[in-house]
Nanobody, 121 residues
Framework: QVQLVESGGGLVQAGGSLRLSCAAS????????MGWYRQAPGKQRVMVAT???????NYADSVKGRFTISRDNAKNTVFLQMNSLKPEDTAVYYC???????????????WGQGTQVTVSS
């Protein structure tokens, strides 16, 4: 019953900024990690940024210094602030919630529907 709803994508010129949001509807009881991934045309989906339940962040080298991942635990929402955007950032961006589920607390991944980010030169 958990659904992740993304927003904030769009078209922007190189050097501009966008802020992506991903909110979970339904009950999520235990989150191990949240993150953002992206998939450019003809390429595999890759990790962009992650943040653990403790607040530890990790970024792809290509976005370090430009992107910032953050979260609002009370609202089960994860954000991705994207600054100094480049054409190579163009991709469909997917949010991810990795949670513990069930009696045995098995890790399970929920994914957002994807939001298009297009950066023009």
């Amino acid at each position: 019953q958990v659904q992740l709803v993304e927003s904030g994508g769009g078209l922007v010129q190189a050097g501009g900024s966008l802020r992506l949001s991903c909110a979970a509807s339904g009950s999520i009881f235990s989150i191990n990690r949240m993150g953002w991934y992206r998939q450019a045309p003809g390429k595999q989906r890759v990790m962009v940024a992650t943040i653990t339940s403790e607040g530890i962040t990790n970024y792809a080298d290509s976005v370090k210094g430009r992107f910032t991942i953050s979260r609002d635990n009370a609202k089960n929402t994860v954000f991705l602030q994207m600054n100094s955007l480049k054409p190579e950032d163009t991709a469909v961006y997917y949010c991810n919630f990795q949670v513990y589920r069930g009696v045995w607390r098995t890790l399970y991944d929920y994914w957002g529907q994807g939001t298009q980010v297009t950066v023009s030169s």
